[in-house]
């Protein structure tokens, strides 16, 4: 099997090979023999680098990562800012302290 440039064939390619068959990772492009029916990916980084890499790359809604913000930031952040906007309990107007 030669290497694909292509990711996704590379994969679909890895997915239709035997047990023994000399494959190339879709993700880093090291071979590696395929050592059971559902492998896919090569093991040389350590635990799933590579199969991470590969369904972050190829599914769109996970591409724009940096940008997507999950509910729980989304609800912290929010709360976050009505802080910011409330008098703290400590400062000057808080004490009822003035300044000249």
Known sequence: MKPVRNIRATYLQNKSAIVGDICYCPACGQPFKKRSYQ????KTKPKTQCKDKY????TPHKRNNTTRISPASAAWLDRMARSLDEEHPFSCEGLGQWTD
């Not at 369904?55 to 190829?58: H, Q």
Request: charged share 0%; aromatic share 24%; with cysteine.
């Open 55 to 58: 369904w972050n790359t190829v």
């Open 39 to 42: 492998q896919v990916f090569c």
